[in-house]
């Protein structure tokens, strides 16, 4: 792998509540996603996976750590309290999204860090952390990564990101329900990508029952990628009753719609450049 590839790594795998278990075993943790090319890093969505990558950033000593939110609902900050590096001087934390519709993002973020429901105040992290609202389709870059974001189908506003690097691009779509036809916004935030990081928490059996609560089906995630022409699907946000047998299951049955399909697992560890060898194999 070179330094200078767009690679993803999976901390947190899991939709809607942490749900750890020996049949579970690809992960309980809720969604935090880092993407790397050469020195930058950047971290999507904040929840509980997120621990686990703080404490790996303390022990390679102050830096600037930056994490994008696709939107605020629990499972996607509950790590950010956790996440070390806010309380120690040196660090620096930046914390981005778009708008929620609700309230500004810098009172958003204050309001996770308040009593009677988390003992230490957000005035107490004033020198590691910032935050940053987004404009809904902004463009922008972090180090050597381009990030371009996209509005997004859920009940509270929810933000997709296509980052792109030397001619490689990964898309985190997550928390997102897919229309009759494929999502004309998403088509285009991930036309020509090379990973595409999509919610599957449901199946498409299980689909009519949960219409409007915001989410997918792997079969939407693999007809979206086949219209945007993306090699390779990476099944997220999985369903937090979902065995390591039943994903095991769902991974089959969408490879043989798109081949190179992939249930995300925490630990896991995918290069974009790949992405079309992998989809071949």
Same mark, same amino acid.
């Given at each position: 792998?070179?330094?200078?590839?767009?690679?993803?790594?999976?901390?947190?795998?899991?939709?809607?509540?942490?749900?750890?278990?020996?049949?579970?075993?690809?992960?309980?943790?809720?969604?935090?996603?880092? !993407?790397? $090319?050469? =020195? %930058?890093?950047?971290?999507?969505?904040?929840?509980?996976? &997120?621990?686990? #990558?703080?404490?790996?950033?303390?022990?390679?000593?102050?830096?600037?750590?930056?994490?994008?939110?696709?939107?605020?609902?629990?499972?996607?900050?509950?790590?950010?309290?956790?996440?070390?590096?806010?309380?120690?001087?040196?660090?620096?934390?930046?914390?981005?999204?778009?708008?929620?519709?609700?309230?500004?993002?810098?009172?958003?973020?204050?309001?996770?860090?308040?009593?009677?429901?988390?003992?230490?105040?957000?005035?107490?992290?004033?020198?590691?952390?910032?935050?940053?609202?987004?404009?809904?389709?902004?463009?922008?870059?972090?180090?050597?990564?381009?990030?371009?974001?996209?509005?997004?189908?859920?009940?509270?506003?929810?933000?997709?990101?296509?980052?792109?690097?030397?001619?490689?691009?990964? !898309?985190? $779509?997550? =928390? %997102?329900?897919?229309?009759?036809?494929?999502?004309?916004? &998403?088509?285009? #935030?991930?036309?020509?990508?090379?990973?595409?990081?999509?919610?599957?928490?449901?199946?498409?059996?299980?689909?009519?029952?949960?219409?409007?609560?915001?989410?997918?089906?792997?079969?939407?995630?693999?007809?979206?990628?086949?219209?945007?022409?993306?090699?390779?699907?990476?099944?997220?946000?999985?369903?937090?009753?979902?065995?390591?047998?039943?994903?095991?299951?769902?991974?089959?049955?969408?490879?043989?719609?798109?081949?190179?399909?992939?249930?995300?697992?925490?630990?896991?560890?995918?290069?974009?450049?790949?992405?079309?060898?992998?989809?071949?194999?």
């Amino acid at each position: 792998m070179s330094t200078h590839d767009l690679t993803v790594r999976f901390l947190g795998v899991r939709g809607s509540i942490a749900t750890p278990g020996a049949d579970k075993t690809a992960g309980g943790n809720t969604a935090c996603v880092e !993407v790397t $090319a050469g =020195d %930058t890093r950047i971290i999507l969505d904040a929840g509980t996976g &997120l621990r686990v #990558l703080g404490d790996e950033r303390m022990a390679k000593g102050p830096r600037h750590s930056t994490i994008l939110l696709s939107h605020l609902h629990w499972d996607h900050v509950a790590g950010l309290p956790f996440f070390t590096p806010i309380y120690v001087p040196g660090q620096r934390v930046e914390i981005a999204s778009g708008p929620n519709g609700v309230m500004p993002h810098d009172e958003a973020v204050r309001s996770l860090f308040r009593a009677p429901f988390f003992p230490v105040d957000y005035a107490a992290l004033a020198d590691q952390v910032s935050t940053r609202e987004l404009r809904a389709n902004e463009k922008f870059t972090i180090g050597d990564i381009t990030i371009t974001m996209a509005k997004l189908n859920h009940p509270d506003p929810v933000y997709g990101f296509r980052l792109e690097h030397g001619g490689q691009s990964i !898309v985190y $779509a997550t =928390d %997102t329900e897919h229309f009759a036809c494929v999502d004309p916004t &998403l088509k285009k #935030l991930a036309a020509g990508a090379d990973i595409l990081i999509y919610d599957s928490q449901y199946t498409p059996e299980e689909y009519p029952t949960k219409v409007g609560w915001g989410h997918s089906t792997w079969l939407a995630g693999a007809e979206l990628a086949r219209a945007a022409g993306v090699p390779q699907l990476v099944l997220f946000h999985h369903d937090p009753n979902r065995t390591d047998a039943q994903l095991a299951a769902i991974e089959q049955q969408a490879r043989i719609e798109l081949p190179g399909t992939v249930a995300a697992r925490e630990g896991m560890v995918l290069v974009a450049r790949d992405a079309e060898r992998a989809a071949a194999a």
